[in-house]
């Protein structure tokens, strides 16, 4: 089958192209030429008129949860992967804190099963101990060759720094990520920041400093071990610090952060509505002022959603009770462009750097590009259209974030990978 993408404007980071709009063709999913197309090529073609629209390589998103297996009333790998796809990415990867835990071949050959055929591709990141226990490293050998592309121990720091050094010097062995969640446990327990908002609201606290003491001791162990350490959904002032310091002295250190780190604050919690309600916490303008900052040097080096499903009646529990996160996967571009982009955070070709190339990189797979005999793995964004989020419409299973009707700027508005495309709300075969 022929597809033409036309009259884009290509923007990769890597790749360089002119300003001038392009037409892409592409036979059976594969890039078969960019360039002003003739009538004779396009002949017999499907053809989508994408004047006004950018071309970025396929964005990938590498921290989603897809409670797959065990809790498939929240999430199911196909319906996160449907998410993903509406929210504009062809790749995820997926944290092991399902139910068993990622910490086998035969969990990771489930997951994989079941993403099989999709548009988005999905990359499963397993537990780096059993069960997430933080006591005995996971089979790392075994994982990996089944398919892994990071470990962790995804919703809790590793317990020890004798395991985390363990973990570190066999992850090595395979480049690969450990994918931190830094937060000291003997100051963890609490429902939001802490500071005068939760003085105020009564509610207990989680001290800035529980997130910068785990960063601290990831760095210092990935200096010792020349491990990967990557730090997860990156939240506080000291934290940013901590990683930008590393990354002068040369080390293996890479972090990301949420959107909701850098386009809320603490104060949306005075509703107590617990769609605000997260791990790591809603922190103060200090904090996201010192995010943006890390954003523009390269300090922070992806954007990821660190997508959250619960079920409306867990969320609906008193505050303190309600279980941490929210979604991300349908509502993270635009809050980007948003917040980063029209307002001149980041330029475009910085933005998609940290949604499309940076996450491939950390993780040692392949970034898409637009050369001929390529696969197409292509994310379409109209970087100006106004909208309103509407989560009756997410391709999620659950409803829990917090952006339900706030106005954004800039949407994805197609998606192509593996022989299909998402446009307009539906599925295209290409092949």
Known sequence: MKLVLKNLKLVHPIQKFDDEPKDILIIDGIIEKVDILTKQETEGAKEFDLTGKVAAPGFFDMHVHLREPGREDEETVVTGCNASASGGFTAIACMPNTEPAIDSAEVIELIKKKAKGHLVDVYPVAAATL??????ISPMAELYE??????SDDGTAIKTAAILKRALEYSKMYNLPIIEHCEDESLAGGAMNEGANSTFLGLPPIPSVAEDLIVMRDIMLAEYTGGKVHIAHISTK????????AKQKGLNVTSEVTPHHFALTDDALKTYDTNYKMNPP??????VDAIL??????TIDCIASDHAPHSLEEKEA??????NGILGLETQVGLALTELYHKKVLSLEQLIEKFAINPRKILNLKVPTFNKGDKANITVLDVDEIWTVNISKFKSKSKNSPFDKRLLTGKPV?????????YNDEFIELK
């Open 293 to 298: 900052e890390g954003l523009k040097d390269g």
């Open 238 to 245: 000291g934290a940013v610090e901590l990683v930008r310091l």
């Open 131 to 136: 069960n997430r226990k933080g006591e005995v």
């Open 318 to 323: 008193e505050f303190e009770y309600a279980p």
């Open 282 to 287: 809603l922190r103060t303008k200090a904090d």
């Open 146 to 151: 089944a398919g892994a592309v990071g470990f």
């Open 414 to 422: 197609a998606v192509v990978n593996n022989g299909k495309m998402f």
